[in-house]
């Protein structure tokens, strides 16, 4: 493996950016394999100073990563594409990749692909399969990986959520108890993972791999975990599921169909468990426990609330 790689999503705030740092890290490593560069792929208002600081040559093309034209330019003369950015973004990076004659491309997808419910599963099956055809039509290395709900800062859009609200309610609302199994994962295993499945193409190229957290937890031991770190004692205030289905449909017949919360309302109570021992096996995947992760997310919430 050698050549150049390409990288969208590297000035995240969550596991690309940490991604790029786990690069930095193995400098000698990464330039050794990817001896013609490293291209990052960021929007106009990125905020590029860790890569333009960074020890790396990253050498950065700025655009939309959704713009199929933007990215043959980018991609010309690439080996290998880790698309970190979204899984919205994907059908437009892999027509670009078959373009260009990529030879391995790695997508970050999601295990929302696993939803039994239409709205949250099926585009993400459609993209996943559309990816799929390309890449074996075009005899390109593909591998997927599924990450969890991500969490570990505040710009996860998911746990932050749940900090505020434990921190700013005295009841914190939930459906049938909050009984029901999650999995997430911390956004600095997932830059860890990302590497090691870049570097370990034998083991990887060609497969699909769960990205999940340490041991699942039930939401309402998250609750109090988060409340424990807050120095507050959580009290729950729990809805059957009947009712609080009922009231998302009422909402949505009063609003016209512009607010629809019945399918996140049907989500709030699916277990999303998934086992990611495959990428254990395959690139020693080992990623820390909620109660570990959660410290951290929580200190910086603390921080900004005083600072």
Same mark, same amino acid.
């Given at each position: 493996?050698?050549?150049?790689?390409?990288?969208?999503?590297?000035?995240?705030?969550?596991?690309?950016?940490?991604?790029?740092?786990?690069?930095?890290?193995?400098?000698?490593?990464?330039?050794?394999?990817?001896?013609?560069?490293?291209? $990052? !792929? *960021? @929007?106009? +208002?990125? #905020?590029?100073?860790?890569?333009?600081?960074?020890?790396?040559?990253?050498?950065?093309?700025? /655009?939309?990563?959704?713009?199929?034209?933007?990215?043959?330019?980018?991609?010309?003369?690439?080996?290998?594409?880790?698309?970190?950015?979204?899984?919205?973004?994907?059908? $437009? !990076? *892999? @027509?670009? +990749?078959? #373009?260009?004659?990529?030879?391995?491309?790695?997508?970050?997808?999601?295990?929302?692909?696993? /939803?039994?419910?239409?709205?949250?599963?099926?585009?993400?099956?459609?993209?996943?399969?559309?990816?799929?055809?390309?890449?074996?039509?075009?005899?390109?290395?593909?591998?997927?990986?599924?990450?969890?709900?991500?969490?570990?800062?505040?710009?996860?859009?998911?746990?932050?959520?749940?900090?505020?609200?434990?921190?700013?309610?005295?009841?914190?609302?939930?459906?049938?108890?909050?009984?029901?199994?999650?999995?997430?994962?911390?956004?600095?295993?997932?830059?860890?993972?990302?590497?090691?499945?870049?570097?370990?193409?034998?083991?990887?190229?060609?497969?699909?791999?769960?990205?999940?957290?340490?041991?699942?937890?039930?939401?309402?031991?998250?609750?109090?975990?988060?409340?424990?770190?807050?120095?507050?004692?959580?009290?729950?205030?729990?809805?059957?599921?009947?009712?609080?289905?009922?009231?998302?449909?009422?909402?949505?017949?009063?609003?016209?169909?512009?607010?629809?919360?019945?399918?996140?309302?049907?989500?709030?109570?699916?277990?999303?468990?998934?086992?990611?021992?495959?990428?254990?096996?395959?690139?020693?995947?080992?990623?820390?426990?909620?109660?570990?992760?959660?410290?951290?997310?929580?200190?910086?919430?603390?921080?900004?609330?005083?600072?």
């Amino acid at each position: 493996m050698s050549g150049i790689l390409a990288i969208t999503g590297a000035t995240g705030k969550k596991s690309g950016g940490y991604f790029a740092r786990v690069l930095c890290e193995h400098k000698g490593e990464v330039e050794a394999v990817f001896d013609g560069g490293i291209r $990052a !792929i *960021v @929007r106009e +208002a990125s #905020d590029t100073s860790f890569l333009d600081a960074a020890p790396l040559n990253f050498e950065k093309h700025a /655009s939309s990563a959704g713009d199929v034209s933007f990215l043959r330019d980018a991609f010309r003369g690439v080996d290998t594409v880790l698309h970190i950015a979204g899984i919205y973004w994907s059908k $437009a !990076i *892999v @027509r670009a +990749a078959a #373009d260009c004659h990529v030879r391995r491309l790695i997508v970050v997808h999601t295990t929302g692909v696993y /939803s039994k419910y239409k709205q949250a599963g099926e585009e993400y099956r459609q993209i996943d399969e559309f990816v799929t055809r390309v890449c074996r039509e075009e005899n390109i290395a593909l591998t997927i990986l599924r990450p969890t709900m991500i969490y570990g800062n505040s710009s996860d859009s998911n746990v932050i959520k749940f900090i505020k609200m434990v921190d700013k309610l005295p009841l914190v609302p939930v459906v049938n108890g909050a009984r029901y199994e999650l999995q997430p994962v911390h956004y600095k295993d997932l830059g860890k993972a990302y590497y090691q499945v870049l570097m370990n193409e034998k083991m990887t190229a060609g497969y699909e791999f769960n990205l999940s957290g340490g041991r699942p937890i039930e939401l309402r031991g998250m609750l109090s975990l988060i409340g424990a770190e807050l120095g507050k004692k959580v009290r729950f205030i729990s809805l059957p599921f009947f009712l609080a289905y009922f009231g998302a449909w009422v909402v949505y017949l009063l609003t016209i169909g512009r607010m629809d919360y019945r399918e996140k309302v049907q989500r709030l109570c699916e277990p999303r468990v998934f086992s990611h021992a495959e990428a254990t096996e395959a690139f020693g995947y080992a990623p820390m426990n909620f109660e570990v992760g959660i410290v951290e997310e929580v200190r910086a919430y603390l921080k900004g609330n005083t600072a």
